[in-house]
């Protein structure tokens, strides 16, 4: 990746949350977002105390394991004047959720707030500080899916139809139905698997219909949704996080 | 309330399996999500429209019993009666007593999800009394003896040949022998049955969708103009129903009134709106001389000043069902309870008690389309997470679950134990794959590769490889 800092400004330091699903079990999202980071002119900074949001015991009822997550993840970020999530669900459990997890008379409800504020998905923060392209693309043809946190909690749609399309040769395809659920639900697709495997086969479905030979998205729990799906039925579309595509390091990971 | 949520998973599984009904679920699609969205579309207005009727529910559900007691003033003054019925017990006693005070012994019935709710058909059955139900939907399934399975569209789970069998089945009694293939021809059929039906008679009892506190008045919305039959033919007329169904002023109504048809089937306006108010006035050439309104709380009070309050706001359109993908995938009989999808997982936790409806707040996704498309924009899976709040709380998680979630708890809590983790989990993944996939894993994991592979991870940990490049902490 060509720098684009300017030596005589001294650069902005950005927090990498790399959440847990991205650190076990996709390093190279991580990577591919820490890079983009950097181009987009930003010092990345990966804060060594991060775990998880607390995310999955928030959904499931466990309120005070969430609160008390939610307490480590606010601290962990506090020094950061930006944080940048790779993930619309994650950043939207820490811009939505954080805040409703304190008293307003809580000290914790300000620095939730706080952090809130200043903490941003990665296509949103990609599309607000600017993106270039940096890496030639072989011909894609993409079908982007919206992970529905995103979508619906934070409102992601054209940032990252908006950044995919500076790609030069990638055609952007659109599913029938982009707002329709693939299934995954955090601990739904393990408590109903039934009914998720269902709802990923009619999104799997959905995305060879467009004729796509890639898949992107913004969530690595709906990737691993996705790419299980399309590897169980046989089929050769790739799936991937948007930032890979972004970054250009999607060709080395499937080393083909 | 009965309920039977316990199979939940069961019945899912063979909904999914059912070849029929998920052709007749593809229906909802077109004839639901669509429409609404054309419809929504159409009318700039809308969403600020959604805000006020927000406003309208909620405002009248913080001074519900202000405004519960004008509605029974006005009704009153009209020479009218309210009937107050604290749960399904005393309800179905009211209606019984009413119907044997006109001495009736034919009911008939426009569409009403309280009176499935109370369960009143089989009662009043038992006491002798035939109910007839005269919504189409509601009348086939009523031959087949089966339970709605939407609220809006009972028999959305049927084929056409499904209906066609049915009426095949029952109709020769009418002097109609021959199976029906054409859908005017079925509903000119049941049509002409209805008709002798309607005019027999002795008692009519509809729902409501909305109740005017200012006039007294209760308003149906249907496309067939059957409770308009149900309700000025006979002599008396029941209007059975909720008590969150109140808005203050006509005005209000009318809001509602454009919200509804929108949400629900995407029409600009129903076919018939009824605005029941009061018997038959000395000069009307025709209605009933005895008007009822029987109000039911069953559990609705309850909720109010809890956390679930906002769902009195709903005003059963079913937009949250037709935009599940849940609901979507496996119709509403799997839910076990005749308020199935999004609204059904508050609202029957709410009724029947969380103990025997564990499966329903959380077998959802929390794709949040619900709340999206809700008309009187009820945060429904906030309220979903609320029961699982519940549930956590009582112990009433599955134990496995309750485990995993301490575990991760504590994992998550110390960095250390949360990188060792990370290393372990790692490892293990890479070292059960096979070209770097997983096609089977045990315990929890067999959950996910029962419908899907998993790609192991391509290496350590992000963190573990960031810090071995030397990365920025």
Known sequence: MPPVEKPSKPKAEAALFVTCLVDLMRPEVGFAAASLIEAAGFDVVVPKWQTCCGQPNYNSGDKRAARSMAERTIEVLEPYAHVVVPSGSCAGMIKLHYPTLFDEADALFGKARALADKTEELTVFLARHGYTPSVPLRATRVAYHDSCSGLRELGIRDQPRALLRKLPGLKLLELAEPEVCCGFGGTFCVKYPDISGRMAANKTADIAATGADTVAMGDVGCLLNIEGKLRRDGSDIRACHVAELLAGTLETRHGS | MEVESGAFVEKARAALGDAT????LKHIKHGFVEARATAAARLPDFEAMRDAARDVKAHTIAHLADYLEQFEANVTALGGRVHWARDAGEARAIVLAICRNAGARTVTKSKSMVTEEIELNPYLEEHGIEPIETDLGEYIIQLRREKPSHIIAPVIHLSKDQVADTFHEHHP?????????????????????????????????????????ETGSAVVVTNEGNADLTASLPDTHIVVTGIEKLVPTLEDCHLMLRLLPRSATGQDITAYISFFTGPKRAADLSGPSSFHVVLLDNGRSNM??????????CIRCGACLN?????????GHAYGSVYPGPMGAVLTPSLAGIDKTGHLPNASSFCGRCEEVCPVRIPLPRMMRHWREREFERHLTPRGARWG??????IAASPTVYRAMQWTASRVLRLVAWRGWIRRLPLAGSAWTSQRDMRAPSGDSFQRQWRKRGGRR
């Open chain 2, 323 to 331: 935009h599940c993908p849940v609901y979507a995938n496996i119709g």
């Open chain 2, 21 to 24: 009904l998920q052709h007749a």
């Open chain 2, 304 to 313: 109010m000043g809890t956390e679930f309050e906002e769902m009195l706001r």
């Open chain 2, 173 to 213: 009694k009418y002097g109609f022998h021959e199976r029906l293939t054409v859908r005017s021809d079925m509903v000119r059929e049941a049509r002409s049955i209805l008709r002798q039906r309607f005019v027999k008679a002795d008692v009519g009892i509809t729902g409501a969708n909305f109740l005017v506190a």
């Open chain 2, 405 to 410: 979630l301490h575990a991760w708890a504590l």
